[in-house]
């Protein structure tokens, strides 16, 4: 219980994204734009991310590893993320395992409303270092990732609205 109080507490302190985006598609369609390692690299392409270790290619299953490698803020970056939870169609989440965060976690919620899928992200993290780090994330991480999934939700908004997938 106290564990619990503990962990609830750390993790209303951390910056938490919600994004809500409405396709014109099928939730099938954007379930597998979304976990697609292949798609990820052309949503992705302004900060030049690839598949370096794991699963390279292809879609992303339960308990999968993927390291990734990109460019943020001028730096190089690698990224080791996990597949923790999975409901084909409907939701799965990665988390870190290593890389630049202290913590971070990204659940991916999709529900077919009629001819429409929303699809709500939901983006959890950490940055290391302390006060330096919570000052960094409400001065330029929060708004920089909001934007970063924003821009990557609307390629795959583009593509699942398209004959391009």
Known sequence: MVTDLVTFLKLSRMPKIEIHTEINSSIEICFDLSRSIDFHLISTSKTKE??????????VQLNDTVTWEATHFGVRQKLTSLI???EYPFYFKDEQLKGAFKYFTHEHHFKQVGD???????????????????????LVLTKYMRRFLMERNAIIKEYAESEKW
């Open 84 to 86: 923790s939870g999975f």
């Open 116 to 138: 429409q899928v929303v699809m709500t992200d939901v983006f959890v993290f950490e940055s290391p270092f302390g006060i330096l780090g919570r000052f960094f994330n409400r």
């Open 50 to 59: 690839k598949a370096i270790a794991g699963r390279t290619s292809g879609l």
